[in-house]
C-alpha cells in the first residue's frame, strides 16, 4: 500500500477534475483538504465499489467483496459454504496496545449489501470502550449509520476495525467500564487492554476447542472467570 502527501504543490485537484467519471466519488475527494495523506489504494477500493454498484446486482457485488478478501492477506472462514456469513482473523494493529492480539470476527452480509452495512462482531473477547464485552457487538459510526455502497469489506478490515482500536471514543461507550477507566487513568486502561489480549486474544484460544484458560492469570480489577466457553462470545448481532 502506498502512501503519497498532497500538497498545494502538487496538481492532484486539478487532475481529478478532468476525469468526468463517477462525479460523487470525485466531488467527495475534492473535498479533502489541499494537504493531507492520500491512500491511492483505498482509493481505487472505493472507485471499484461505486462502480460496481452501478454495473453488478447486489450478489455479485458482495460475491466479488469476498472474493476480494480471501484473496488478501486475511483468513476468512465461511459459514455453511455460503458467502453471505463467515468469520475473519483480525490482528491488532502496531503500536498500539492491542498489537498482538489475534480476534475472530463474525461477519454477516444482508440481502441488500452493499446497499445495506454488515452485521459485524468480535467472538473472542477484546476490552475495548466501543465493543459490547458479552455480545461483541461494534459501536462505530461508519458502519451503523453513514454506511455507503462505495464502501467494501476490504475497508473495514484495513482502514475501520484498525481505526476503531487506535482511537476509542470513551465518549459513546458500549463497555461503561473500559471507558471509565481510559478516562480516569490511561496506563492502567492500557495494561488491562493487554492482559485481555493475552488470555482472550491468542490464535489457540479459538484453534483448540478443548483449551482451558483456567491456567491463565486473573484478570485484573475483579474481571470474572470462566471456562473456555466464556472466552468465545456468540456471533455478532444483527
Known amino acids: 500500500m502506498h502512501i503519497f502527501t498532497l500538497s498545494r504543490t502538487q496538481p492532484f485537484h486539478k487532475t481529478i477534475k478532468k476525469k468526468k467519471k463517477n462525479n460523487q466519488l470525485i466531488s467527495r475527494l475534492l473535498a479533502l483538504p489541499l494537504s493531507c495523506e492520500f491512500d491511492y489504494a483505498l482509493f481505487n477500493s472505493w472507485k471499484i465499489g461505486f462502480n460496481s454498484t452501478k454495473m453488478s446486482s447486489p450478489s455479485k457485488r458482495r460475491d466479488m467483496d469476498v472474493m476480494k478478501l480471501m484473496m488478501s492477506d486475511y483468513t476468512v472462514e465461511t459459514i455453511n459454504d455460503g458467502l453471505s456469513e463467515f468469520n475473519v482473523e483480525f490482528h491488532g494493529p502496531k503500536e498500539s496496545p492491542y498489537e498482538g492480539g489475534v480476534w475472530k470476527v463474525h461477519v454477516e452480509l444482508p440481502d441488500a449489501y452493499p446497499y445495506k452495512s454488515p452485521s459485524i462482531g468480535f ?14 457487538s461494534i459501536c462505530l459510526d461508519v458502519i451503523n449509520q453513514s454506511w455507503s455502497p462505495m464502501f467494501d469489506l476490504s ?3 484495513e482502514v475501520f476495525l484498525p481505526q476503531l482500536l487506535l482511537y476509542p471514543n470513551p465518549a459513546d461507550p458500549l463497555n461503561g467500564d473500559a471507558a471509565s477507566l481510559m478516562l480516569k487513568d490511561q496506563q492502567q486502561y492500557e495494561q488491562k487492554v493487554k492482559e485481555y489480549c493475552e488470555r482472550y486474544a491468542k490464535r489457540e484460544k479459538f484453534e483448540n476447542p478443548s483449551f482451558d484458560g483456567s491456567t491463565d492469570e486473573e484478570i485484573s480489577d475483579n474481571e470474572s472467570t470462566g471456562s473456555a466457553n466464556d472466552d468465545i462470545l456468540g456471533a455478532a448481532d444483527p
Request: glycine share 6%.
Open 155 to 157: 475497508n473495514i478490515f
Open 123 to 136: 467472538l473472542n473477547k477484546i476490552f475495548h470502550p466501543n465493543v459490547d464485552e458479552l455480545s461483541g
